[in-house]
């Protein structure tokens, strides 16, 4: 067996499938930092997006193929001569680029939604392939829908796919359909039909939660790349998730013998980094990265933890990134430490971006004794991968209480660099917060989720504050931190509509 023979390939989808799960949408500059995060993560492929599907996905791959370089950078493409120059422009600058080219072959979707006979299907495929190849030499195509589809016909398309010139076949369980044994038994058909050097690739869906488990055997049956996201976001049911994906592999490297380019220390700061762009809290029995992956309840299990780790851990923590809060800068911390510790942790800020988190920092330290990871993380999302604002925040004062008078929030808000004052009463003070903020910025959203979390411990905390809001059919999330709750409430939910005033000036 040769060198590469066990080395498996992490294509990350969590810009592409991961964005298409409902209320993840991100802006350009939270893709780009995610895919800075995923780089240092160790993903051999990153997909950018869908190139041809809107200015912002064009955009997003374009700037993604620019910034990162060890990485290779991935744009779907239907087998559309358009979508693939357009996806080869948005690619030219990557230092390393991929094509990935899909069509549908199972019935149903040729049938019903291509409107395509199998020889169309064919023939669109090996003009696209061709085409592809013409572009940039490194080309993937997927049959999708490829669990319902006939195994023959998977076979010829992907052999078509081949000798058009395409190197990564890749075989899509798009509905989350297949069951672990009858999918490896699927791949075992296709590898041994097609050469020896192409790669073949499985990108499960989870809607029966076997998306982990039918990617580990399809490893099994000789597949040797794998479609993931990270926290396995996705379409409906979401994605394999990397972090499952790849601790199952390096837990029993005895049973699978495969290796990887993951930097599993990467895999909790890749999550957190995920769950605070998307403001999607990671739930707590999350395999893996939940908070409780860790913990033990029953008074033998932590008489056994504290005895040796390994009776009841799998794992450590630290292998997965997870560590202890620290106490990291502090009022007197020069730019040199806080440039260092942002560095390990994985922000890579330019001078002028530094001396803002070092001014947010003298002032935090101000209000609050000790200053943790996660504060200083909360200030460069805050600071540096906020939006561009069309709404901006000035000053807030809120009165309430119980002398009779209603909660009362007077607000200065500037838009578009316009300077508007506002009061107004509501039934609590987040309630005349929000409606004061509504009416000044003349939005008319629906709250459909409202969470605080006090970032570390203590009543000194940063408060960080999620709102999910959705109007005219536009789903958005915003997060603000402050160390007063009403404060952070009031940035949550203008950078919510901040984000609805993008989506809906994109439109
Ligand atoms: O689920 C799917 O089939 C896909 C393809 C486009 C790869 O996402
Ligand atoms: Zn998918």
């Not at 067996?1 to 294509?11: G, R």
Request: proline residues 4%; contains cysteine; aromatic residues 4%.
């Amino acid at each position: 067996m040769s060198e590469t023979a066990n080395k498996i390939l992490l294509f990350d989808t969590t810009l592409r499938d991961g964005e298409q799960s409902p209320g993840a949408t991100m802006s350009l500059s939270e893709k780009i930092r995610l895919a800075q995060q995923l780089e240092l993560l160790g993903v051999d492929i990153i997909e950018a997006g869908f190139a041809a599907s809107s200015a912002g996905d064009f955009e997003c791959v374009s700037t993604v193929a620019r910034e990162i370089r060890h990485s290779t950078v991935a744009s779907l493409c239907r087998t559309v001569i358009e979508d693939i120059d357009r996806a080869a422009e948005a690619l030219r600058h990557a230092k390393h680029s991929r094509i990935h080219i899909f069509i549908a072959t199972s019935p149903l979707h040729m049938d019903v939604k291509l409107k395509l006979s199998p020889e169309e299907v064919l023939k669109a495929t090996d003009k696209a392939v061709r085409h592809a190849v013409a572009c940039a030499g490194d080309v993937e195509f997927s049959c999708e829908d490829a669990s319902r589809t006939n195994p023959d016909f998977m076979v010829e398309v992907c052999r078509a796919a081949v000798a058009a010139g395409a190197r990564t076949l890749n075989i899509p369980d798009t509905v989350g359909y297949a069951q672990p044994e009858e999918f490896a038994a699927r791949i075992g058909y296709l590898k041994a039909r097609i050469p020896e050097d192409i790669v073949i690739s499985v990108h499960c869906h989870n809607d029966l939660g076997l998306a982990v488990a039918n990617t580990l055997a399809a490893f099994r049956a000789g597949a040797r790349q794998a479609e993931v996201t990270i926290g396995g976001i996705g379409e409906r049911a979401g994605n394999c998730a990397l972090e499952e994906l790849i601790m199952s592999l390096t837990v029993r490297k005895d049973y699978y013998r495969l290796e990887h380019s993951i930097r599993t220390q990467q895999i909790f700061p890749s999550v957190r980094t995920l769950s605070r762009i998307i403001g999607r809290p990671i739930p707590v029995n999350k395999p893996v990265v939940g908070a409780n992956a860790f913990a033990h309840e029953a008074g033998i299990h932590q008489a056994g933890v504290l005895a040796d780790p390994a009776t009841y851990e799998i794992m450590t923590p630290e292998s997965i990134g997870l560590s202890s809060n620290s106490i990291v800068v502090g009022k007197h911390s020069g730019k040199n430490a806080i440039k260092a510790k942002l560095e390990g942790m994985g922000y890579h800020l330019d001078n002028a971006q530094i001396d803002l988190i070092l001014g947010s920092v003298k002032d935090l330290a101000d209000k609050k004794k000790d200053i943790f990871d996660e504060d200083l993380e909360a200030l460069v999302l805050e600071e540096v991968y906020r939006l561009p604002d069309k709404y901006r925040l000035l000053h807030l004062t809120v009165q309430s209480g119980d002398s009779g008078i209603p909660p009362c929030a007077m607000l200065v808000i500037e838009i578009d660099g316009v300077r508007r004052e506002h009061a107004q009463f509501g039934v609590g003070p987040i309630d005349a917060v929000f409606r004061g903020i509504a009416e000044t910025t003349r939005h008319a959203p629906r709250l459909e989720q409202y969470a605080v979390n006090a970032i570390t411990g203590g009543t000194d905390a940063l408060g960080e504050v999620t709102v999910r809001i959705s109007e005219k059919g536009k789903v958005a999330v915003g997060r603000g931190s402050h160390p007063d709750i009403i404060n952070a409430s009031a940035r949550a939910y203008l950078n919510a509509l901040n984000r609805l005033a993008k989506m809906q000036e994109e439109v």
